[in-house]
């Protein structure tokens, strides 16, 4: 044995815990904020990082990371977040904590250096964008001319038209989707499967051995059962993937909708209908607290476990990892429960709550994650429930929230340059309920404003008529109530605004000159209706077309299937087995 | 593993432990290293083992440097052998308890490359041996010496820190 190598072991062990006393806590401590850096895009700080390896702790207090959207803003900062992982689930790997405690979580909080980080840029949303550039474009600086009949001088491009455009792509999708569906119920497969099995029940029927034919028989019937379960199967599927296909095109009716606006504002006029005004009011504010969100859900969904459930997971860098049954099963990570305290807003409402099975293995874990969160001051409360499930094929998640009793002290609606609301000491009350389904998501919020005051700048609408009948409106308004709709996929989501605030504004336009603004509306409908009409056209007829030629092949392949399994389970019947003969 | 402590090892190997056997043992102890990933306990065993032992230790290096870097070739091999072995029915009952002891997972037993490297290092380990004894041989006659009396050596034969360091042993 090499002696002089074994001995200085030892003190390589004293270099290793001098290396974990010294020097372990502060590199973790840049490892993590490097993290919280590139995965936020603005700096994070952190005082104090404590860990123990003899009781496996760690310690983090004083967090802070800023917003990359506001330099002199925190995302959210902490005060403490303590926990003590189990010991033996760390021999094999796992992390195991079974309580932890997170203190003085707040958002939004200013912060006296800036956040920014060099050379980082804020992805644009989409969302946003769109709606911002609808509510500057909202129209009404030339309601005044609207009898020299704008409408008829205007001509709409189909090119240009997003029905159009939608129309065209549906077109290409439908049609691919038809033909993976298509595919997909090869009768083909069903029907060389059944003639193996006629076979098999011709060479069974040779057979002189009875127990050996009666087993044959029942396997024989048995798959064939299987068989035909299985083209039903397809074709059901088949024809529900069909429909689901066809359903895509009521998003063209939608696109038509927000043609029409951008025609009507092309043309410098305003809209009458309650969807756009809502959407030029609130648009811009519901949108950028919607991206807010769906970057908070992208950021979760980044870290969040993949839900792959079989056996063989490809996560090694090299080589693939295979998994075994265990006898006490841990995750990899596992906080079973986080209690959480922590303060809300400028006149902090301090609230706390607990989050419960924090995993990166939920499948492993079994449970989803759960988060209920409470908070009350004098007239405001705050109810948050949210649960996160990725123990199936999919992550679903369900989340609630209310906020009642939220002082309101200004909040604008609207865009300067064309429209604007100024609404002002008032106490708001905001519900949403959210869920997801893998890609799918949709949901639904409120605001109820109560006791504002609500100041309409109208400077921007020229026709003396309509601006005082747009003011007069909102004189007498003490409150009002803007909600949203969310649905679509978490990569392009859809938003539906409606608030009654619109109705006010869209009946003063009516009142003012709703007349002729409706008249050139309908002038630009008939456009819109005419530019679109053969695409549409074209549209339904190809999806009728597809569908009743998927539905004969169905039917064709459905005839055959079945007619051959039931003639082959009829003669599999015990009837037409030859019993043996016994001499008695 | 101490990195100071592998270079000692590294230029004490140059001119030391360098009979035919030693060396064959070196390459054959760093072809088994160099199939392994390194990050688990099975690699670290084995590299303790090859500094606990009397081998070659120049020669096992360069060895698990060649086939860490052949290694996307040769887990063309290790990977479907280790799979095989890991969902073999046969051998489940061992897997799952295995999978079940603390300790045994920082092995990295359930990776398909482990178990599929150890079994083609064991399979390779007597022509590895053979041939890194011959290439012994060869390297004694005829580079040995020439290493001995090359500048690099004899400077740092000549530089007092590494002369205190390595205690004379270069």
Do not use: C
Not at chain 1, 121 to 136: G, H, I, R, T
């Amino acid at each position: 044995m090499r002696w002089s190598y074994l001995l200085p072991r030892l003190t390589l062990l004293l270099l290793l815990w001098a290396f974990f006393f010294f020097a372990f806590d502060p590199l973790l401590k840049w490892g993590m904020i490097k993290g919280i850096e590139k995965g936020t895009k603005a700096k994070a700080e952190i005082a104090v990082l404590k860990t123990s390896f003899l009781h496996p702790s760690l310690k983090i207090a004083g967090l802070a990371i800023g917003d990359s959207k506001e330099e002199y803003r925190n995302l959210l900062e902490f005060s403490e977040l303590s926990f003590s992982a189990e010991g033996a689930p760390l021999l094999e790997k796992k992390l195991v904590v079974d309580s932890a405690s997170l203190k003085g979580l707040r958002f939004g909080t200013p912060r006296k250096t800036s956040g920014k980080l060099p050379l980082v840029k804020e992805e644009p949303s989409e969302l946003v964008d769109a709606l911002v550039a609808e509510s500057k474009g909202f129209a009404l600086e030339r309601a005044a001319d609207v009898k020299t009949d704008v409408a008829a001088d205007y001509k709409v491009d189909p090119a240009e038209l997003e029905s159009v455009k939608l129309a065209k792509q549906l077109e290409e999708s439908y049609q691919k989707d038809y033909s993976d569906i298509s595919s997909r119920v090869n009768a083909k497969k069903y029907e060389a499967g059944l003639d193996a099995m006629k076979a098999r029940y011709e060479k069974a029927k040779g057979e002189k051995n009875f127990a050996r034919q009666a087993k044959d028989y029942a396997d024989i019937a048995k798959e064939v059962k299987k068989l035909t379960a299985d083209f039903k199967k397809d074709k059901d599927e088949a024809e529900a993937a069909l429909a689901k296909a066809k359903d895509a095109f009521k998003a063209v009716e939608e696109a038509r909708k927000k043609d029409m606006a951008a025609v009507m504002a092309k043309m410098k006029l305003p809209s009458l209908d309650t969807q756009s005004i809502a959407r030029m009011l609130a648009g811009p504010l519901i949108a950028e607290k919607t991206a807010q969100a769906m970057k908070w859900m992208g950021l979760a969904r980044k870290y969040m476990p993949a839900n792959t459930k079989g056996v063989l997971k490809n996560e090694a860098r090299r080589g693939r990892e295979v998994h075994f049954p265990k006898e006490n099963a841990y995750p990899t990570l596992l906080v079973r429960r986080l209690e959480l305290t922590g303060e809300l807003g400028e006149d902090p409402l301090e609230y706390s709550g607990t989050v419960e099975g924090l995993t990166t293995q939920p499948q492993v874990y079994g449970r989803p994650t759960t988060a209920v969160i409470k908070g009350a001051k004098g007239a405001r409360r705050l109810d948050f429930k949210t649960s996160v499930d990725a123990t199936g094929e999919e992550i679903k998640t369900a989340s609630e929230l209310s906020y009642a009793g939220m002082p309101v002290a200004q909040l604008q609606l609207g865009s300067p340059s064309s429209f604007m609301v100024e609404i002002t000491n008032g106490t708001g009350a905001f519900e949403a309920s959210l869920k997801t389904a893998g890609e799918e998501l949709s949901g639904k919020a409120a605001f109820r404003l109560a006791g504002a005051s609500f100041k309409p700048k109208a400077d921007n609408i020229k026709a003396a008529p309509l601006r005082s009948a747009v003011e007069s409106s909102f004189a007498g308004l003490s409150s009002a109530v803007i909600g949203a709709e969310i649905a679509g996929t978490i990569k392009s989501p859809k938003l539906a605004i409606n608030t009654d605030l619109a109705n006010a504004l869209s009946k003063a336009f009516s009142g003012a000159m709703g007349a002729e603004v409706k008249k050139a509306q309908e002038a630009a409908q008939k456009k819109v209706d005419e530019a679109l009409k053969p695409y549409r056209a074209k549209l339904d007829n190809m999806a009728a077309a597809k569908q009743a030629e998927l539905e004969g092949k169905l039917k064709d392949a459905e005839a055959k299937v079945t007619g051959a399994g039931e003639k082959l389970l009829k003669d599999l019947t015990p009837g037409k087995m030859k019993l043996p003969k016994f001499k008695l | 593993m101490n990195p100071l402590a592998i270079i000692r090892q590294f230029f004490q190997g140059l001119t030391a432990e360098t009979t035919p056997g030693q060396i064959g043992a070196g390459i054959t102890l760093g072809f088994l290293i160099g199939l392994m990933p390194k990050a688990t306990l099975t690699a670290q065993l084995l590299i303790v083992l090859m500094m606990a032992t009397r081998v070659n230790i120049p020669m096992a290096i360069l060895t698990v440097f060649a086939v860490s870097l052949v290694n996307p070739l040769l887990d063309k091999i290790t990977d479907p052998m280790g799979y095989a072995l890991l969902t073999s029915e046969a051998l489940r009952p061992l897997w799952t308890k295995l999978y079940n002891m603390p300790i045994a997972p920082w092995t990295g037993f359930n990776n398909t490359v482990v178990p599929g490297g150890l079994v083609l290092g064991a399979l390779l380990s007597a022509p590895v041996y053979f041939a890194g004894r011959r290439f012994g041989v060869f390297y004694n006659e005829k580079f040995r010496d020439r290493v001995m009396n090359s500048k690099f050596v004899k400077g740092l034969k000549a530089s007092w820190l590494l002369d205190w360091y390595f205690k004379g042993a270069v």
